[in-house]
Nanobody, 126 residues
Framework: QVQLVESGGGLVQSGESLRLSCAAS????????MGWFRQAPGKEREFVATINRSGGSTYYADSVKGRFSISRDNVKSTAYLQMNSLKPEDTAVYYC???????????????????WGQGTQVTVSS
């Protein structure tokens, strides 16, 4: 069992930055690939970014590529999402997720993930 707690959300203006954190507890963090997803009001939850166990492989949704950066610190058992040049369309609840894996893959589909955090709200004003 893995418990995930997101933090770092808030209200910012367009063009500003935020860094989200996802603190994990319960199992060996380095055994899990991590992902970030988001859900805007009235929309389905969508993939944002993912990182494999070692941090050597990352993938991004086209909508955030070049602006967002996913990383992890396996010593601190924490994953991060650095969000730069934020836009109003980035407004959503952001969720982190974890999936146990023995390989080096990262995962971009929601159904791949076993554990989810409670979410943190990000609001970008124009």
């Amino acid at each position: 069992q893995v418990q995930l707690v997101e933090s770092g959300g808030g209200l910012v203006q367009s063009g500003e930055s935020l860094r989200l954190s996802c603190a994990a507890s319960g199992r060996t963090f380095s055994s899990y690939a991590m992902g970030w997803f988001r859900q805007a009001p009235g929309k389905e939850r969508e993939f944002v970014a993912t990182i494999n166990r070692s941090g050597g492989s990352t993938y991004y949704a086209d909508s955030v590529k070049g602006r967002f950066s996913i990383s992890r610190d396996n010593v601190k058992s924490t994953a991060y999402l650095q969000m730069n040049s934020l836009k109003p369309e980035d407004t959503a609840v952001y969720y982190c997720a974890a999936v146990y894996t023995t390989g080096g893959n990262a995962y971009y589909t929601q159904r791949s993930y076993d554990y989810w955090g409670q979410g943190t709200q990000v609001t970008v004003s124009s």
